[in-house]
């Protein structure tokens, strides 16, 4: 057996001995996950980023937002009254990694797509008390004036389809994603097309209200515009999702 | 001195010794700290029996006597395990606060609004609920006041509306959303015409004395030359089906000829306007607020200033 003082003095064996005894406690929460049935929900309409809001997702991890704002809306009454419905799990499937956060500095962005107009999104991020007079968040002046840099725009949706995302490059994955998706869908996620697709959702929708440029601002915008809008959920009894827990 | 020794003797030391002679004691746990730890050991296997907990195949033991009932949203009663989704269900609708809530939200479905605004409980009740469903979803934009951001986001405090200030046009207003759009200019226009448009726009509201730019700047702005009328009417009041704005008052959502201080600057805030035109969204509610929430925030809306 194996004494205290033995393990005490041998610093090596005491970094093995604590990572096998914090390994157990992580394994055991997270494991049973992968294999229980339902941990992701059924529903219909998630799907992957589309090149541009996939660039405003890196622009949003970029600048931290995530330390401020978490994108996990709990299933408790006040923050149902505030947000929203609770997150699902299916809802960040295609999220690597999830932005689901811990801290709240600012309010939880899981459904603030939709909520408010572009215009409004890039006064608030350009200078948010300019619209929210008590708010303390930074100014974020570069986004109106960076142009969005996609030239690597295929790698990093090659990237993320070795994690399991599925963007397609091959005839079968297409067709296998119109089958899921939808036609219209499946083309926003064929790398060989991403860039056309990115520049076309960016003129098309003009985020930043610059006609004739594509700026930073256009693709966080358009990721947080689409936050938490893919499930329809009048298309479900509430007592569904609670089936899965 | 001679106690602490005696005491020294009685324990058990761990047997190492640093700088000769400093021991450590070997001290058999508190009994009340073995307790506690004892009792929770116990605890967990209580909460393995009653809450859901281990894992088993694809699934997981849910636990026993710890059924949940709620209504479905298909109007149906369903019993399941506990968990946290079926648990906010059940506080959704049975909560204390809920509950209290539930009378006065059945009575302000069924009522019409001019019963509503003539209840002084029911409207105490709205204020009240309208107040925090405002704080969460229109402050942002509107402001906590609702007295907007002049260039970006209409004042709804005042008694100025560019889509209407009865119930029925405001309540259209947060279900449907708005878009709000007049175009640019810049082609149509030369610098000199855009002076002039501009001049005769502030001569309605009595900014500007009439003067020959003014007379240039009517001639276009009443004539299919500029075509201004078309959506500002020719006594540029506006039109509420197209959201355009009354230009005769001295209420501006766009230019902000308020904050100007000179004459130039004033000219300057509204050929700003007509150079570059306007493009705002309101944003539609239906899809996130209920029909009983919007017509709250309908009567709230109304009742900030400026309801018609």
Redesign the interface.
Known sequence: MIKHESIETNAGLLIVLTMIVISIGGLVEIVPLFYINGTVEDVAGVRPYTPLELRGRDIYQREGCYLCHSQMIRPFRDEALRYGHYSLAAESQYDHPFQWGSKRTGPDLARVGKKYSNQWHVAHLNNPRSVVPQSVMPNYPWLLKNDLDYSDIQERMRALKKTGVPYSETRDEYERNVKQFGKSVADKLDILHAEENLISQALVNDYDGQPSRITEMDALVSYLQVLGTMVDFSKYNEGYFAKFR | MSDARKTQAAVQT???AWDGDIQEFNNPLPNWWLWAFYATVVFAVVYWIFY?AW?VG???TTGVMNDIT?V???GTE?T?HW???????K??QE?KS?TLSHEYLEKVKDADYQTILGDAEMMAFTRSMAV?LFG??C???H?AGGTG?IG??PNLADDDWLWGGTVEDIQTTITNGRYGFMPSFRETFNDKQLDDVAAYVLSLSGQHKADASVARGKAIFQTSTGGCYYCHGHDAKGMKSQGSANLTDQIWTIADVPDADTQEQKLAAVKAVVTHGV?????HWS??LDKTQIKLLTVYVHELGGGQ
């Open positions: 761990t047997g190492h859901p894992p694809g699934g997981y709620f479905d949203s298909d369903k399941m968990n946290t989704r079926a648990l906010l269900l506080d959704l909560s809920a925090g969460d979803n402050a942002a934009c402001g951001v970006l986001f493009q705002r969204t309101m944003p899809d996130r």
